[in-house]
T-cell receptor, first 113, second 114 residues
Framework: AQTVTQSQPEMSVQEAETVTLSCTYDTSESDYYLFWYKQPPSRQMILVIRQEAYKQQNATENRFSVNFQKAAKSFSLKISDSQLGDAAMYFCAQRAAGNKLTFGGGTRVLVKP | DAGVIQSPRHEVTEMGQEVTLRCKPISGHNSLFWYRQTMMRGLELLIYFNNNVPIDDSGMPEDRFSAKMPNASFSTLKIQPSEPRDSAVYFC????????????FGPGTRLTVT
């Protein structure tokens, strides 16, 4: 069975600063994919970034980047130059065999002006 | 594209009543997923379909829940009879088949069972 763990229920960051969200996962699969989704108060789930497990290079999307440590089964998200619009719940998710996504419990990000 | 469409957006019903949630996936997508989100249990996959065929329904809580996908452009999730513990936000998502493809989520249906 796959599990995804986000150990930080809430993180606070000053506008323009950087925040890093932690995620660890457990899987017996060798081929899998990892995702970070954002859920603002509107509750719409929005894909932030994705990573293929077979790629060593860390994915980057504008101000969002990941630190993928396959051996440690760790997949952290870094938000640089934080903006007020980044305030939301962030969910780490894993997708292995088949199409199933397993989500972590989420981390709430608060951005202080 | 209009994205994934769900209806209704909000549903309030009394315990024991039948509830039907509806989903229209993005045109061309061949995988469809139903999720439930609660404070206690987070986001849970209930069931998913590939090419209109149910592949994994291990997340369906009990026999009161059923899901159908009669064609590529429509799916329903039915709860009969509903109970207060079914109160949650239910999301439908669709994607192309394959691990890297993004799942596009609908806006969700907030269900309240009194």
């Amino acid at each position: 069975a796959q599990t995804v763990t986000q150990s930080q229920p809430e993180m606070s960051v000053q506008e323009a600063e950087t925040v890093t969200l932690s995620c660890t996962y457990d899987t017996s699969e060798s081929d899998y994919y990892l995702f970070w989704y954002k859920q603002p108060p509107s509750r719409q789930m929005i894909l932030v970034i994705r990573q293929e497990a077979y790629k060593q290079q860390n994915a980057t999307e504008n101000r969002f980047s990941v630190n993928f440590q396959k051996a440690a089964k760790s997949f952290s998200l870094k938000i640089s130059d934080s903006q007020l619009g980044d305030a939301a719940m962030y969910f780490c998710a894993q997708r292995a065999a088949g199409n199933k996504l397993t989500f972590g419990g989420g981390t709430r990000v608060l951005v202080k002006p | 594209d209009a994205g994934v469409i769900q209806s209704p957006r909000h549903e309030v019903t009394e315990m024991g009543q039948e509830v039907t949630l509806r989903c229209k996936p993005i045109s061309g997508h061949n995988s469809l997923f139903w999720y439930r989100q609660t404070m206690m249990r987070g986001l849970e996959l209930l069931i998913y379909f590939n090419n209109n065929v149910p592949i994994d329904d291990s997340g369906m809580p009990e026999d009161r829940f059923s899901a159908k996908m009669p064609n590529a452009s429509f799916s329903t999730l039915k709860i009969q009879p509903s109970e207060p513990r079914d109160s949650a936000v239910y999301f439908c998502a669709s994607s192309l088949a394959g691990g890297l493809y993004e799942q596009y989520f609908g806006p969700g249906t907030r269900l309240t069972v009194t």
